[in-house]
């Protein structure tokens, strides 16, 4: 399991933006780290991810408007999620966890971020 805080949510106007940040523990710098988000009532999907070395992926919906990156100082890792141009289907709990292409069988998740895309 992948110990991680996720902040930076909150409530943005259309068009807006947020960086979510993502906190966890030095020693998973190896660790390629996805971001993902849930809707109500949606499975929750991935959004992006990015490897030790800094290698991105994007699902299709994201990669115009998202960009992920990451930094390792101070023995933490931080991953950020720079979200622009936002809409209010992008309203979702935001989380980050490992990624590995069988991310769908994950148990363990943070408590996520909350992320209001409104008017």
């Known amino acids: 399991q992948v110990r991680v805080v996720e902040s930076g949510g909150g409530l943005v106007q259309p068009g807006g933006s947020l960086r979510l940040s993502c906190r966890s523990s030095g020693s998973n710098f190896r660790l390629a780290m996805g971001w993902y988000r849930q809707a109500a009532g949606k499975q929750r999907e991935l959004v992006a991810s990015?490897?030790?070395?800094?290698?991105?992926?994007?699902a299709d919906s994201f990669k115009d408007r998202f960009t992920i990156t990451r930094s390792h100082a101070n023995n933490t890792v931080t991953v950020y999620l720079q979200m622009n141009s936002l809409e209010p289907e992008d309203t979702a709990v935001y989380y980050c966890?490992?990624?590995?292409?069988?991310?769908?069988?994950?148990?363990?998740w943070g408590q996520g971020t909350q992320v209001t895309v409104s008017s």
């Open positions: 966890n490992q990624y590995l292409s069988m991310w769908s069988r994950f148990r363990s």
């Open positions: 990015i490897s030790s070395d800094g290698t991105t992926k994007y």
